[in-house]
């Protein structure tokens, strides 16, 4: 089995003695390509049996426990176990670096009960925080084969020179490159920024400051056949940097690594818990998410831990579909000897922490198999619900109101504001990392949250934004819904009161849903309605069937007609109401069988006789989209009569008589013959017509 990538830090190897290696190796088995080399290995030899031969368990014990432990933090841990369970602290070597020291406790460990218990604790206290060794995933553009990889090397090696210099981290860079079964791997040792720490020197007892830089060491993994590239850096701040270097160096492309986020939380937010348990790997039991960070919106953005995350979200009544989750830490229970869970800490878009590096490509196996990692987002449709609390930049309002947005501005439906966090523009998968602070020029400086984000300058245009005003859009939905009565001022709550809309002789109280409906909310539009039928209108595709009717909106501001025969099928009147309000949008005849009224464009025409020559004449062209023979009409509407297609004519020329006048009533105006002869002796509807 291939060691972790992160167990080939070159500096971490370089910072234990040879003699505490030997010590290690005595231990837990020699590799195989030092077996020779006992008394004459070098640092360089360490690493090359790290990358070539097969580790064993115990290896992987060790490794796992230099890198876990063998830090400041792990130093602490470590110390803070011993006074705990009142271990001498010079039980261990005092007079070590923090890597030699975390050695020396797994080597006396493992036939010392006391520190075996020290070690298990601060195996634990350090799992729990957050000094885990992280890496950053990328996809490239696609998949291509590193020719030259010697040649690739020297080229990384003269670019990070260069960074550093100019960074000011020094001089000093080392390069290697070796391929491992398709994956190319440049391991970097370079050094960082001055330090100038102050302390005390072996022998003295005065104070002095010692200047130095300390070595770095980063690993770069490409893997050609999918195209991902790894980056393992002790400093986020060279993660975009190593992104855009390697790209020119391998394929003279600063923006091949730039393909589409690796790490992707939407899985979460549609599936909740459950897609926690989509795995099927045997090796692997329980699964739960106990740290979470939420955004929504650009103020708000909650930390929930927990034991169980989502059912405090459903406990605080946060609808996932209002918000995005941009980092989770998963707690990974694997089967095996040890009973201490993996932590996982995913942060979109190209962020992942191992806990326990022995496990990491068990835990990307599973991370793929949930649909976290490597898995393209699924198209996520921009809805009211999703863009609350309706504090959003410019284009987000214009995607989801397309034409009608510049309407909203100039009727105070949504007013310009200047938002508090905003994406960057090169991530903006990452959330609102950017906090903009005003500077006394006038000027802007965008904070990042994020280390691997690095911070920037903004413009105000960078900030601008619009938000939604609900009781105006209340008052605008009455106007396009031709509302005139009823309707309360909105109470701040996620229902708007529309009202009521008259359907002839019957009635219909409308509300609409400004965010996921609440339990209750049933009860209150109830209220609302005061025992007219009601219906409830869903902006939303991500809507779960309320407690009351409803109908699904394809648009935040529909029309009348658009809703109209929904809403009435919805409340079980379709039966009750005339046919012109469930009509479907683009009928121009309108013919209501049961209440023996026509419409025509949405005019009721009056003074039409029910059962009269002229009402029938109407209704059987209005039934019959194709040619209707004129003697035939004629018999139908007068069977005793003898004359031809008199009757025929004289219903037309009645029918449309009336129809001209109420069009003149109502102030409307129709040039047009919509029962045109067709051909001898037939007449045709010309028109689009309904019939109930």
């Known amino acids: 089995m291939p060691l972790p990538l992160a167990y080939l830090d070159a500096a971490v190897i370089e910072e234990v003695s040879l003699d505490t290696w030997k010590d290690v190796f005595d231990f837990v088995g020699w590799p195989d390509s030092l077996m020779g080399r006992r008394a004459s290995f070098t640092h360089e030899n360490v690493l090359e049996a790290f990358q070539n031969d097969d580790p064993s368990d115990h290896l992987l014990q060790a490794l796992e426990a230099l890198h876990d432990l063998g830090t400041e933090a ?19 070597p005092q007079n ?32 729990e925080g957050s000094d885990q060794r992280r890496y950053n995933e990328f996809m490239g553009k696609e998949p291509r084969p590193v020719v030259k ?19 000011d981290l020094g001089e000093h860079v080392e390069v290697r490159a070796f391929e491992d079964e398709g994956a190319y791997v440049f391991t970097i040792l370079r050094s960082h920024h001055v330090k100038k720490p102050l302390a005390v020197l072996p022998g003295h007892e005065a104070r002095a400051t010692i200047e130095f830089r300390p070595v770095h060491g980063d690993i770069l993994r490409y893997e050609a056949s999918i195209s991902r590239l790894r980056i393992a850096a002790r400093a986020s701040t060279m993660i975009e940097f190593y992104r855009r270097a390697l790209g020119k160096v391998l394929f003279e492309d600063e923006t091949f690594f730039e393909g589409a986020a690796v790490c992707n939380l939407q899985v979460l937010q549609e599936k909740g818990r459950e897609a926690l348990n989509a795995h099927n790997i045997l090796s692997v039991g329980r699964i739960w998410m106990t740290e979470c960070l939420w955004e929504s919106g650009d103020r708000n953005l909650l930390h929930v831990r927990s034991g169980d995350c989502f059912r405090t979200m459903e406990e605080l009544g946060l609808p996932l579909s209002q918000g995005t989750i941009l980092q989770a830490k998963l707690k990974v229970q694997v089967i095996g000897k040890s009973t201490r869970p993996v932590t996982v800490n995913i942060r979109v878009p190209s962020r992942i922490e191992i806990s326990q590096k022995l496990h990491e490509r068990l835990i990307e196996r599973v991370l793929d198999a949930i649909g976290i990692r490597n898995s393209a987002p699924s198209a996520r449709a921009t809805d009211l619900w999703s863009l609350y609390p309706w504090r959003q930049p410019t284009h987000r309002w214009r995607a989801l109101f397309g034409p009608e947005m510049d309407a909203m501005v100039q009727n105070s439906v949504l007013v310009a504001i200047r ?37 920037r300058s903004v413009t105000a245009t960078d900030l601008d934004g619009l938000e ?6 209340r008052l605008c939905l009455r106007l396009k819904l031709g509302i005139t009565s009823g309707g309360t001022i909105w109470n701040g709550r996620e229902l708007l009161d529309l009202g009521i809309i008259q359907l002839g002789d ?41 407690e009351i009717p409803h109908v699904y909106l394809n648009a935040p501001l529909p029309t ?53 020559q002229a009402f029938r004449f109407i209704q059987q062209l209005a039934r019959t989209p194709a040619l209707v023979s004129s003697d035939e009409l004629s018999k139908d509407l007068s069977p ?38 067709a051909g001898m002796g037939c007449y045709r509807c010309a028109v689009p017509p309904y019939v109930q």
Request: net charge neutral; charged share 25%; with cysteine.
């Open 506 to 546: 019957h009635c219909l109280h409308t509300s609409y849903a400004l965010r996921e409906p609440s339990v209750g909310a049933g009860a209150r539009i109830r209220e609302f309605a005061n025992g007219t039928p009601s219906v409830l209108l869903l902006p939303s595709s991500n809507a779960k069937s309320p």
């Open 419 to 455: 938002l508090d966090s905003i994406a960057h523009p090169d991530h903006p998968g990452a959330g609102r990392v950017l906090e903009p602070h005003l500077l006394s020029d006038g000027q802007f400086y965008a904070t990042s949250q994020m280390p691997e984000i690095l911070s």
């Open 96 to 127: 070590t670096g923090e890597r030699e020291f975390a050695l020396r406790l797994f080597i006396a460990q493992q036939n010392n009960a006391s520190l075996a218990d020290v070690f298990a604790r601060a195996q634990t206290q350090l799992q």
């Open 640 to 677: 005793g009569r003898l004359d031809g297609d008199t009757t025929a004519r004289q219903a037309k020329s009645k029918a449309n008589k009336l129809i001209r006048e109420a069009m003149k009533e109502a102030g409307r105006e129709l040039d047009e013959d919509i029962f045109p002869s």
């Open 468 to 473: 939604l005003r609900p009781e105006q859009l």
């Open 560 to 612: 009348r007609a658009q809703i109209l025969r929904a809403a009435i099928n919805a409340c079980g009147l379709e039966n009750a109401v005339p046919a012109i309000y469930v009509a479907p949008e683009g009928a121009r005849l309108v013919v209501d069988s049961q209440f023996k009224k026509i419409w025509v464009d949405g005019v009721e025409i009056k003074g039409l006789p029910p059962d009269s």
């Open 74 to 92: 792990g130093r602490d841990a470590i110390v803070t176990a011993m006074n705990d369970r009142r271990v001498p602290l010079d039980t261990l």
């Open 149 to 167: 990889l010697s040649a690739k090397a020297q080229m990384l090696k003269e670019l990070v020179l260069k960074y550093c210099r100019d960074s």
